[in-house]
């Protein structure tokens, strides 16, 4: 059975860093394009990041993840990292991750982790 998991996330103050992760059983997470999303309560899910599929690796940032957080993969291990940086109150959020043919606005991807909570708070 295909399973993505997410992992990493935590209680973090203003201005410091998490790594989230997203691994998997039965995928090949090099062969697939991964995004990131996130869910705030009470707010509608919103795409925070996107890897092309291994040996394009284009990278897709929301403007608010733009400068503070990073995608990357480590394809030996078989994952897909999302670096936090500079975290505010207002990025906290439930993310997920997802892996799919393409990267896409429409959140039309294949199979969903169950995600990580990210709490940010002083």
């Known amino acids: 059975q295909v399973q993505l998991v997410e992992s990493g996330g935590g209680l973090v103050k203003p201005g410091g860093s998490l790594r989230l992760s997203c691994a998997s059983s039965?995928?090949?997470?090099?062969?697939?394009?991964i995004a990131w999303y996130r869910q705030a309560p009470g707010k509608e899910r919103e795409g925070v990041s996107c890897?092309?599929?291994?040996?394009?690796?284009?990278?897709y940032y929301s403007d608010f993840a733009k400068g503070r957080f990073t995608v990357s993969r480590d394809i030996a291990k078989n994952l897909v990292f999302l670096q936090l940086n500079s975290l505010k109150p207002e990025d906290t959020a439930v993310y997920y991750c997802?892996?799919?043919?393409?990267?896409?606005?429409?959140?039309?991807?294949?199979?969903w982790g169950q995600g990580t909570q990210v709490t940010v708070s002083s």
């Open positions: 997802a892996a799919g043919v393409i990267c896409q606005r429409s959140g039309d991807y294949d199979y």
């Open positions: 890897i092309t599929k291994f040996g394009i690796d284009t990278k």
């Open positions: 039965g995928l090949a997470l090099d062969t697939y394009a």
